[in-house]
């Protein structure tokens, strides 16, 4: 299947601008019992591989990030296609367009994206109507990832969201909207974090920022710890300056981000000992790329630019090598 689309349909795909061809991903993802039958083939030897990440019990440990599928629209078939969980988003209280267009650029030789889509979406209402949507089995595997400028939208976001999905996902760590940066500051993510807690009912990630500092890394990742996060996602794409960019900013991700991730999940399980959840995520593209960032100390991976570079039997494939490596 990865010869296939390397070859056959990801040359086609490419000719189109990257977001078309991400609206035409996620239109044929709309297609379930498609995928529901090409899992079927690429899921047949996957094998248990239960993983429960802060007591959410989810089927094998490799994850979609979020940003993938940001309206909720296809994350049943995401689970078809392979997936142990799904992570829906990211959700804002209201409709947002996101930056000026020209807003995602692709790196093909690299392996690697570049956006500032600054949260396009349509907002907490359609986001809520779609997840009411998942079936049980669906919903057990889902986080929704959620976030805003400030911490009473982001609440209202959890409170509205939470009871239709297994956890949460609180992002303060996209490169690509303004004012999210307040909460990459200690003291205020901890007040997020506790305020968030004393409503949450289910567990609580946080997806971290992909700082180069690793004592300013460490400085939240106790602080939200301390604010009572049950997890981390370790961590969002890495800011980078280009001029293909209408705003002229945006965030890396892909190949170029494997060994940051390494260093950031060893250094955060190392802080947190064995208790929380750490999930890493940047620059995963294959089961040894995998293996290595669950040896330096993380739970479960989440991916997502490679399922754009290598198709959708990226999850089975990488979660069959998993297992081989076990
Ligand atoms: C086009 C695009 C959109 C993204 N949107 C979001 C988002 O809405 N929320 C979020 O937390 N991360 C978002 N991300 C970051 C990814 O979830 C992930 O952290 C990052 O891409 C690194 O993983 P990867 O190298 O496997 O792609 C986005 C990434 C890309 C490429």
Not at 12 to 22: I, K, T
Not at 140 to 160: P, Q, Y
Not at 231 to 242: D, E, K, M, R, S
């Amino acid at each position: 299947m990865r010869f296939i689309y390397r070859f056959l349909i990801r040359p086609v795909v490419f000719r189109l601008l990257p977001e078309v061809s991400h609206r035409f991903a996620v239109d044929s993802f709309r297609l379930r019992p498609v995928w529901r039958l090409f899992g079927l083939f690429a899921r047949s030897s996957d094998g248990d591989q239960r993983t429960v990440l802060s007591g959410i019990e989810v089927r094998n440990p490799v994850g979609i990030a979020a940003g993938f599928d940001k309206n909720c629209e296809v994350l049943g078939s995401l689970l078809d296609i392979g997936f142990g969980y799904v992570v829906g988003g990211t959700v804002t209280l209201d409709a947002r367009q996101g930056t000026p267009k020209p807003r995602m650029i692709r790196r093909s030789k690299e392996g690697a994206l570049i956006n500032a889509l600054g949260f396009p979406g349509r907002g907490l209402a359609p986001a809520r109507k779609q997840l009411a949507r998942l079936s049980p089995v669906v919903s057990a595997r889902t986080l929704i990832s959620i976030s805003g400028t400030e911490e009473d939208s982001i609440r209202e976001c959890l409170v509205a969201l939470e009871p239709l999905v297994a956890g949460v996902e609180v992002n303060i760590s996209s490169p690509n909207t303004a004012g999210l940066a307040v909460f990459q500051e200690p003291v205020r993510l901890r007040q997020l974090i506790e305020m968030l807690s004393a409503a949450k009912s289910k567990p609580l990630f946080v997806k971290m920022p992909r700082l180069t500092d690793s004592g300013a890394f460490i400085e939240l990742i106790q602080a939200a710890h301390e604010g009572g996060a049950d997890g981390f996602v370790t961590a969002n794409t890495l800011p980078i300056a280009h001029q293909g960019l209408a705003v002229g900013k945006g965030g890396l991700s892909g190949k170029p981000l494997l060994e940051s991730t390494l260093e950031l999940v060893e250094q955060a399980r190392k802080h947190l000992g064995n208790g929380p959840t750490v999930i890493g995520c940047g620059g995963i593209s294959n089961a040894e790329d995998a293996r290595a960032v669950m040896d330096a100390g993380a739970d479960a991976v989440q991916l997502y630019t490679a399922l754009v570079f290598e198709g959708p039997g990226i999850a089975s494939s990488i979660s069959r090598g998993l297992r081989a490596t076990r």
